[in-house]
């Protein structure tokens, strides 16, 4: 039997899913989806940021959050999984970075280190201050798998991407 896992998902759209007031709602929506069955628990949500879109862009502000989940399935089931949720979501992956209606990305699976599908930890999260943000909100002491920094580090290294809490 698989043993309950800690992972942190990184959360977030800047277009509105069908049948939602705004992309927030859709992102709520998802978190829905995703833990409908129960093979996902939703342990913390953070508060939610407004960010400009990275690389700097034309398209809408996003709203961004992390979640805390726990977990039996594989890094790999999870990550059929969420692209099964984003898929059922309305997301179509055309253009890397573009606009999109639901983007969740897993940013740390109990430290696991892995370099394949899907690769962990996310391998851009620490340069992104709409992932660093919400992820202090729901694990100050996090510290990165691989380079051994703490939260307070990276966010301290970041150059300035505009981030505003909601």
């Not at 959360?11 to 709602?25: E, F, M, Q, T």
């Not at 508060?47 to 726990?70: C, E, G, H, M």
């Not at 099964?84 to 696991?112: K, P, T």
Request: with cysteine; proline share 7%.
């Amino acid at each position: 039997m698989s043993k309950l896992q800690a992972v942190y998902l990184g959360i977030g759209a800047n277009l509105s899913i069908s049948g939602h007031d705004n992309p927030k709602s859709g992102c709520l929506a998802a978190i829905d989806f995703l833990t409908a069955d129960g093979a996902i628990t939703l342990d913390a949500i953070s508060p939610w940021y407004r960010t400009a879109p990275v690389p700097v862009s034309d398209q809408p502000w996003f709203y961004n959050a992390v979640l805390k989940i726990k977990t039996e399935l594989s890094p790999s089931d999870l990550i059929q999984r969420i692209h099964n949720v984003e898929a059922e979501m309305g997301r179509v992956r055309l253009v890397r970075n573009e606009a999109r209606v639901i983007d969740i990305d897993i940013i740390d699976y109990s430290g696991l280190i892995n370099k394949s599908n899907p690769i962990l930890p996310h391998p851009r999260m620490h340069q992104r201050a709409f992932v660093l943000y919400p992820l202090r909100d729901v694990a100050s002491d996090w510290v990165h798998p691989v380079s051994g920094l703490g939260i307070e580090d990276l966010i301290a290294g970041l150059e300035d991407q505009n981030i505003h809490p909601e």
